[in-house]
């Protein structure tokens, strides 16, 4: 079965650009998850979709936002984009119950100049 | 006081040593637990899922889980050079749709 998959693997923004990050989960899996990794911060929670609502949001700020299509691909969005942006954006998915295992993907690495 | 606390690292072994890698927590609310390892330039691949206090052996890994200290815990038997990696410990409330929070990984080297 095939694993959850990110595009673009690599981004380069300027400060100011939004952005826009796409998952799609692993077949079968209709939750799909984000998070942010920097070095100082580490991996942090943004938000979670399921069934295309969103259930669960962590503590970012609403230039942070996404959406779930029905086919349960995610996007994520990321406007008016600062230096502190640069991350690594995880996406992770997981079954239709709240205590199933989340699988990773490979991130996309966002750089913000 | 972050919720959870991991020790960075790195921690250097020799190859075949017995690993033990640990997470403190502060929040009593947590009830699962998991162990994520993650290369360099690749996303977390989960190692270990438990729920609430107890022990849990796959191969050669072995997940502690005490509620009580909270304090959790992995070790890893006949440590390869392969295991080198960043090991995050993660935890939930109600399971990893409510958003799971994360150490900030130990970074650990096995030498050959």
């Known amino acids: 079965k095939a694993g959850v998959t990110q595009t673009p693997r690599y981004l380069i923004k300027t400060r100011g650009q939004q952005v826009t990050l796409s998952c799609s989960p692993i077949s079968g899996h209709r939750s799909v998850s984000w998070y942010q990794q920097t070095p100082g911060q580490g991996l942090q929670f943004l938000f979670e979709?399921?069934?295309?609502?969103?259930?669960n949001k962590g503590n970012f700020p609403g230039r942070f936002s996404g959406r779930q299509f029905s086919n349960s691909r995610s996007e994520m969005n990321v406007s008016t984009l600062e230096l502190g942006d640069s991350a690594l954006y995880l996406c992770?998915?997981?079954?239709?119950?709240?205590?199933?295992?989340?699988?990773f993907g490979p991130g996309t690495r966002l750089t913000v100049l | 006081q972050k919720e959870v606390e991991q020790d960075p690292g790195p921690l250097s072994v020799p190859e075949g040593a017995i690993v033990s890698l640990n997470c403190t927590y502060s929040?009593?609310?947590?009830?699962?637990f998991m162990w994520y390892r993650q290369y360099s330039r690749k996303g977390p691949e989960l190692l270990m899922y438990?729920?609430?206090?107890g022990n849990k052996e796959d191969g050669r890994f072995t997940a502690q889980v005490d509620k009580s200290s909270k304090y959790i815990s992995l070790f890893i038997r006949d440590s390869q050079p392969s295991d080198s990696a960043t090991y995050l410990c993660?935890?939930?409330?109600?399971?990893?749709?409510?958003?799971?929070?994360f150490g900030k990984g130990t970074h650990l080297i096995i030498q050959p």
């Open positions: 993660a935890m939930s409330k109600g399971g990893g749709a409510d958003g799971l929070t």
């Open positions: 929040n009593s609310a947590f009830q699962y």
């Open positions: 992770a998915s997981s079954g239709a119950a709240a205590t199933d295992t989340q699988y």
């Open positions: 438990t729920y609430s206090s």
């Open positions: 979709y399921f069934s295309e609502t969103q259930r």
